[in-house]
C-alpha cells in the first residue's frame, strides 16, 4: 500500500542507471505492465509489486536475468515520453522568464536557500530558547551536571605537583572538562 502512494517512480540498478522512471498507476499496473511488456517474469496475483521488481531485475538475492535493464529502459517509448515531458517543462519555463522580462527577476530565486543567514538563525534560536524554557528541569539537570563534573575535577586534581606526572594529570583533567561541555551540547 505504501508503494502504491508514489506518484513517479524513479527506480535505479546497480551503480545509478536507469531501471524506470516514470507514474506506478493504480494496484502498481503502469509499473507492472512495463517490465512485463521489457521481458520480466509475469507478476504473480498478491505478490508485492516491490518485491517482484526486484528479483525481475536480478536485485534481489538468488535471482538472476538476462535482460539488460539499463538498455531496455534507454531503448523504451518510456524515457522517450519522459524526455518529451521534461523538454516541455523546460519550454514553459523559458517562456514564462522571458514574459516576465529583465527588469522583474528576482535575484533571490536563485539563492541556495529560501531565507537569508541572520533571518534562519535569529528564527532557531527563538524556537530553540522557547524549547528551553518549556522545559526547566532539562537547564536544571545540564547545570547540576556541569557542578558537579566541576567540583569533581577540581577536587580531584587540587594542587597538582609540577613532575611530568603532575602534568599528565592536569591535562586530563582539562579533557575531562572538554567530556563534559560536549554532554552539555548534545540535545
Known sequence: MLFEQFDRLLFLAKGGRT????????GSKI???YFEKTGAPPCPEGENPAEWMLTAIGAAPGSHTDVDWHQAWLDSKERVAVRQELQNLKDEGLKKSESQGEEKKDKSAYTEFAAPFGLQFITVFIRVSQQLWRTPSYIYSKMFLSIIVGLFVGFSFFKADTSQQGLA????????VCLNLYKLVQC
Open 31 to 33: 509499473l507492472i505492465d
Open 19 to 26: 531501471v524506470y522512471f516514470g507514474q506506478v498507476g493504480a
Open 169 to 176: 594529570n592536569q591535562l586530563f583533567s582539562v579533557f575531562l
